[in-house]
């Protein structure tokens, strides 16, 4: 089954599809989207906190659950196409692993890359955490450089507050 990356979500207000530079972005996930930022678990919050938010990971932007195809991602760096899962003990459910296998197999396929961490990783290891995002971003900016691909790194006097 092949997996349908094209933006074809629209906004209530607007009919047409999102353009490209919206990374897939899904407006009908927005509410839902809101609703687990504001309930946040203590993991995603320390994620956030200490080591994701304002620009703290190399300078680069991640926004807070991110409606992405029919999905809220945890994190997303839209330059990296980085998506990063924090998941919780019902993420060793059998079921549940089938499907973050699944849902992970259609985001890759639309080009992010995914990386995931348990909730004791990050509440235990928070600094080998970040080195691996850290490592994980080097990654990406190297074979940005090697295929010619452009990432663009947003410069401290372009961000938006948040």
């Known amino acids: 089954m092949g997996v349908n990356c094209v933006s074809n979500f629209s906004a209530p207000d607007h009919p047409e599809p999102l353009p490209p530079h919206h990374r ?6 927005q509410s839902t989207a809101g609703e687990l930022r504001r309930r946040m678990t203590k993991a995603e ?8 938010r304002a620009g703290q990971m190399k300078g680069y932007t991640f926004n ?3 409606p992405v195809l029919r999905y809220v991602a ?3 760096c839209k330059p990296l196409n980085l998506i990063i899962e924090v998941d919780g003990s019902i993420h060793n459910d059998p079921k549940m692993q089938k499907h973050d296998a699944f849902r992970q197999h259609e985001l890759e396929a639309c080009g992010f890359t995914v990386i995931r961490f348990t909730n004791t990783e990050v509440l235990k290891a928070i600094e080998s955490v970040r ?3 850290q490592f994980k971003i080097q ?7 090697l295929t ?9 006097s372009e961000k938006v507050p948040q």
Do not use: H
């Open 131 to 133: 080195r691996a995002i």
């Open 24 to 29: 897939l972005y899904n407006p009908r996930l």
């Open 64 to 66: 807070r659950q991110r």
């Open 148 to 156: 010619g691909r452009k990432r663009v790194k947003v410069t401290s």
């Open 139 to 145: 990654d990406l900016e190297s074979s940005a450089l």
């Open 45 to 52: 919050a320390c994620l956030w906190k200490y080591v994701l």
């Open 74 to 76: 945890d994190f997303m």
